[in-house]
T-cell receptor, first 114, second 113 residues
Framework: DADVTQTPRNRITKTGKRIMLECSQT?????MYWYRQDPGLGLRLIYY???????NKGEISDGYSVSRQAQAKFSLSLESAIPNQTALYFC?????????????FGEGSRLTVL | AQSVTQLGSHVSVSEGALVLLRCNYS??????LFWYVQYPNQGLQLLLK??????LVKGINGFEAEFKKSETSFHLTKPSAHMSDAAEYFC???????????FGTGTQLKVEL
């Protein structure tokens, strides 16, 4: 089983629908991140969390919210999906500050908003 | 200004040829630089990282990168490409007071027979 698991792996939805992408990890890491990947734009940080009580906005948090339900779980929500949120979303974890640690990525959740 | 800039969104090499993927960083970022690789339908994984210990950094699968402060560059190289190296490669820099990685736009490497 993967250390960082994302569900669903693929989702097609309609404009205005609420969507939740879930991430769970078995690595025991405190730090969790949500990125989105768009062709030609690389990965951009949406939200990150250093522990259950710590949530921080990334560079593109508008239109998204997150919940850190437990050390192992970090969910990303789109309250009212719009077509330009069509993207590949990645959850990642790290066990240490990134100058000493590294990011461990899930396999991604592909979201299409029609 | 971009923290890291990757030159060339697509690079094509022949099997056995030198691989050179270019990354330039902003002089305003701290000197912590990374290369990640994304194989088809997978998440990213760390290839190597520079953390000021040595300017030439060796990573997995025969890749290495050299930190050149005078050129603000951190190019990724591999002496001999293999078909299995076909993937997308991302350069990244530590930003946000050391709490975040900012990624470049990626370079898709194609390896041809």
């Amino acid at each position: 089983d993967a250390d960082v698991t994302q569900t669903p792996r693929n989702r097609i939805t309609k404009t205005g629908k609420r969507i939740m992408l879930e991430c769970s990890q078995t690595k025991g890491h405190d730090r969790m991140y949500w990125y989105r990947q768009d062709p030609g734009l690389g990965l951009r940080l949406i939200y990150y969390s250093f522990d259950v009580k710590d949530i921080n906005k990334g560079e593109i948090s508008d239109g998204y919210s997150v919940s850190r339900q437990a050390q192992a779980k970090f969910s990303l929500s789109l309250e009212s999906a719009i077509p330009n949120q069509t993207a590949l979303y990645f959850c990642a974890t790290s066990d240490a500050p990134l100058n000493t640690g590294e990011l461990f990525f899930g396999e991604g959740s592909r979201l299409t908003v029609l | 200004a971009q923290s890291v800039t990757q030159l060339g969104s697509h690079v094509s090499v022949s099997e056995g040829a030198l691989v050179l993927l270019r990354c330039n960083y902003s002089s305003s970022v701290p000197p912590y630089l990374f290369w990640y690789v994304q194989y088809p339908n997978q998440g990213l994984q760390l290839l190597l990282k520079y953390t000021s210990a040595a300017t030439l950094v060796k990573g997995i699968n025969g890749f290495e990168a050299e930190f050149k402060k005078s050129e603000t560059s951190f190019h990724l190289t591999k002496p001999s490409a293999h078909m299995s190296d076909a993937a997308e490669y991302f350069c990244a820099a530590l930003t946000g007071g050391g709490n975040k990685l900012t990624f470049g736009t990626g370079t898709q490497l194609k390896v041809e027979l």
